[in-house]
């Protein structure tokens, strides 16, 4: 049994993301690849080895594609670093500039990295580039030259095999996806103040249809929604409600965010934020959900599958809640 070559692609985000927004770039990664591995603030790393058959394309190929994805969604450039481990490929993105992708194939990467100060390999800091310049070794293949025992005499035997390993281009590291977060939360803040009691309804509405899409492209549900409003005078209020069950269902969540909103009886108050979290997440394959007998049930949810592959494939915004539209001017 032959193992397949692995195709790691390390993309740089030039753009100051919020942690939101950087979780919609990694929810949107993931139609090319399940195997993405955060790297906050900036910076993914995905691994597309099995993504390859599925759009029978070459790896640059598809690094093109979650680049003109990130742009077309998101406006954001990157640049990419594409190569056989997770060390070469970031090393390679950080020779790319913004919109360019490097690819360093797999036959060719011991010379590219001959050539590469020692600088550059990861776990060669300040202290360690110094010790290494005072013997006269300033590139990674003055490095790899070097013999074991000589560079364990000068940087000690466990840095010493780490960086050798390094040097000759080996990385078994994989691309592990990060842990499920412990609650989610999605946020709006208004330009001005809100008093209007539909606009307020629309606002909760969507935050609560956005958190639902988060919550279903990270294979979690929850038990309970906190909303918190933010006022003019820098006060707030929270309130917290549990969910009948666990659920990522948007129409459910947004029921109890707005069953909070309207407990809140806000009326004429001056609101300046909105916040709905998510919390008591549990992964969906271990969650139970109550057989419904109304089949209109059953095509929601349909419905709502439908939405996120377009969303997923077009945008966020491709597909919206009737609800959230604007009314037309008066």
């Known amino acids: 049994m032959t193992t397949r070559p692995r195709h790691i692609a390390h993309l740089h985000l ?14 949107l990664m993931s139609g090319i690849t399940p195997h993405i591995q ?16 599925y759009f029978d394309q070459s790896p640059y190929e598809v690094v093109q594609m979650a680049m003109m994805r990130l742009s077309a969604h998101y406006g954001i450039r990157g640049s990419a670093g594409l190569a056989a481990n997770r060390m ?41 580039a110094t010790t290494l310049g005072r013997f006269g070794l300033h590139t990674v293949g003055q490095l790899a030259d070097l013999p074991p025992a000589t560079l364990q ?63 279903r492209g990270s294979g979690q549900v929850a038990r309970r929604l906190t909303l918190t409003v933010g006022y003019a005078d820098r ?5 917290t409600r549990p969910l009948p069950e666990h659920t990522s ?12 909103l309207a407990g809140l009886g806000l009326q004429r108050a001056r609101v300046r934020t909105f916040t709905v979290r998510a919390d008591d997440l549990r992964p969906a394959d271990s969650a139970h959900r109550q057989l419904s007998l109304d089949p209109g049930d059953a095509r929601a949810r349909a419905v709502e599958a439908a939405a996120d592959r377009a969303r997923r494939r077009f945008g966020t915004d491709a597909v919206r809640p009737a609800a959230l539209a604007e009314p037309p001017a008066r």
Do not use: F, K
């Not at 960086?163 to 412990?182: F, I, K, S, T, W």
């Not at 330009?191 to 606009?199: A, F, K, S, V, W």
């Not at 006060?235 to 309130?239: I, K, N, V």
């Open 14 to 27: 030039h753009a100051r993301l919020t942690g939101e927004q950087y979780g919609q770039v990694i929810e």
């Open 88 to 128: 070469l490929a970031a090393m390679a993105a950080d020779v790319s500039a913004p919109g360019a992708t490097t690819w360093v194939r797999a036959d060719e990467a011991a010379q590219w990295l001959r050539s590469r100060p020692v600088t550059a390999l990861p776990g060669v800091g300040r202290a360690t």
């Open 235 to 239: 006060s707030s209020t929270t309130r």
């Open 249 to 260: 269902h948007s129409p459910a969540l947004a029921a109890t965010a707005l069953a909070l």
């Open 38 to 53: 955060a790297i906050p603030p900036d910076a993914l790393q995905l691994d597309l080895t099995s993504a390859l058959r």
């Open 153 to 215: 005499r000068l940087l000690g035997t466990a840095q010493a095999r780490l960086l050798a390993d390094r040097a000759r281009g080996h990385d078994p590291r994989p691309v592990v996806p990060a842990e499920p977060a412990e609650r989610l939360s999605a946020d709006l803040v208004l330009d001005r103040d809100c008093l209007d009691p539909d606009q307020q309804h629309r606002a909760v509405l969507g935050l609560a249809d956005r958190l639902g899409q988060r919550l």
